[in-house]
C-alpha cells in the first residue's frame, strides 16, 4: 500500500491543543494510521480527522468565494512559475515538424473555466491552426503521495498509445514528463496530448432520441473495445516502447493504494474488495458507518466466485472508469467525436468492460433499494443486440453488481441511505431480499468472526 506516513515524537513539558495531541497519539498508538500524503497539511488524514473539529488547516475551513478565489489564484501562480514554457513551447515545436506554436494558459477562476479537480489546463496553439492539450496535475493542495500522481500520468499516456490501435475517437498522446525524473526541463509532470472538439454529453439535458443516438454509438465503442483483450487486468504502462499492463491506477480520491495485475476475474474482485476492507478497518474510509461498509464489501468478497461465473475468463478490456456522460465530447448533431479523461483507465472483466456504468445508472433508483437494471441499460443492450452482439447482451441488461460496487455507499450519505445500498447490493448478487436490516448484519457480523479486521471495526462502531 503506497502511504506516506510522518515519524511523531512527543516532547517532555511541550504544551499541545487538544487536536494536536489526538494526532500524535492516534500515530503512536496506531502505527497503520494514514498520516502525511501530500503536500497540502501535515495533519492526520484518516476518514474522522478530515473532520473540522481536528483538521482547521487553511485547506480543510470552509471558505467565501473571494478567499476560495485568492486560494487557487495562488495555487495556479506557484504552479505556472514551477513550469518552464519556453521548454515546453520548444519541445512542442519539434514534435510538430517545426511549426511554431504559443503557450495559452488556461482559465482556472473564470465560469468558463476549464480547469477540473485534478489537473490544470492550458493549450499550445500552433501557427498552422492545431491546438494541443496541455494537463499539469494539481499538487499545491493535494493529499496524494506524488509517486501515484506520476503514475496515473505515465498510465494515461500509455493508456492514449493503446487506444491508438482501436477506432475510438480518443486523444492522440504527444508526449509526458514527470517531475521526479532530473531530465524532465520542463519542471513539473505533465502530459500533452491533441485536443478534441465539441462539449460533454450530459444525459440529463438531452431527449430521449439524442440519448439512443449517443447510446448506440457507445454500443459501438464497446464493439471495438471487444475487438482488443488482453490477458490481465490492471492499468496500462509504457515499458521500452511497448504497451504492457501493470498495477491498477485507483481513483485518487477514493484509494491511495496498488494493487495488480490480475490474470483471473476472481482475483481482480477480490483485490478490489479485499483493499476496500482494510481501508474501513483503517479508518480510512466511512468511519461513520463501519460496520455497514466493510459488511457491504466483505459480502462482494465473500460471494466473488459467483459474481464472475458468467465472465470470459482469460480476457479482460480496456474501461474507461469515470464514465458519468460528460467524458463524452459530441458535436451539434449528437455525434461522438472525442472521448477524454482517461487517466483511471484500465483493463477489467466482461462484466465490467460492457456492463451497466455510470453514464446508464439512475442513482435515485440505486438508492431506493430495490434499483436494478435502468431503461438506459436496456437501450445500450439493445443497440449491442443490433449490432449482432449477442454475446454481450447479457451483461448490461444483467445484473448490475459491478456498478454498485465501484460506487460502493456514496459520500456523505445518511444511515438511510446506507443501508438502501446495501440491501440493493444483496438483492442484485444472491437475489435475496432483506427484510431486517439489523438481524441480517448480526448474522453477517457472525460470519466474519475469524477476519483479522474484525476487531478494529469493532473498536470504529465503538468510537461513534
Known sequence: MIQLRSQMVVQKGSTKSASEVCDLLVGLLHETQPSVRGQSCRKLLCAKHQSRLYHNCEFSLELSDEGREKLIKNEIAELLSQTNTTELVRI??????????????????????????????????????????????????????????????????????????????????FIYGLASDPFNRVGVSYIVMQALPGRPFHAHKVSPSQKAKVLEQVAEIMLEIHEHPVRSAGSPVED?????????????????????????????????????????????????????????????????????????????????????????????????????SWQFARTVPASEAFGASYLTADLASMYSCNGSVTNDDRLLANALRER???????????KDIMRRLHHGLGRGSTTGEVRCLLKGMVKAVSGEQIDDIDLWMESQRESCRHDSRRRAIHGLCESI
Not at 100 to 111: D, P, R, Y
Not at 334 to 340: D, K
Request: charged letters at 20%; aromatic letters at 10%.
Open 92 to 173: 512542442c515545436t519539434g514534435l510538430n515538424n517545426g511549426v511554431k506554436c504559443a503557450f495559452i494558459a488556461g482559465k482556472h477562476i473564470e465560469s468558463d473555466a476549464t480547469m477540473g479537480c485534478a489537473k490544470y489546463q492550458a493549450w499550445l496553439s500552433f501557427d498552422n491552426g492545431e491546438k494541443w492539450l496541455l494537463q499539469i496535475p494539481r499538487t499545491g493542495n493535494s493529499d496524494v503521495p506524488s509517486e501515484l500522481v506520476e503514475y496515473l500520468i505515465a498510465s494515461e499516456y500509455a493508456t492514449l498509445r493503446f487506444l491508438e490501435r482501436m477506432k475510438i475517437p480518443a486523444p492522440r498522446a
Open 240 to 340: 521500452k516502447g511497448q504497451i504492457q499492463i501493470s498495477t491498477l491506477a485507483k481513483d485518487r480520491f477514493v484509494g491511495l493504494s496498488t494493487s495488480g495485475p490480475c490474470t483471473t476475474p476472481l482475483e481482480y474482485i477480490l483485490a478490489i474488495t479485499g483493499q476496500y476492507m482494510d481501508l474501513i478497518a483503517d479508518g480510512q474510509l466511512h468511519h461513520k458507518h463501519p460496520l455497514e461498509a466493510f459488511l457491504f464489501y466483505h459480502y462482494l468478497h465473500h460471494n466473488g466466485a459467483a459474481i464472475v461465473t458468467a465472465d470470459m475468463q482469460g480476457s479482460f478490456f480496456l474501461k474507461h472508469v469515470d464514465d458519468k456522460g460528460n467524458h463524452l465530447l459530441v458535436d451539434e448533431e449528437f455525434n461522438v467525436v472525442g472521448i477524454v
Open 388 to 398: 449482432g452482439a449477442s454475446d454481450l447482451v447479457s451483461y448490461p441488461e444483467g
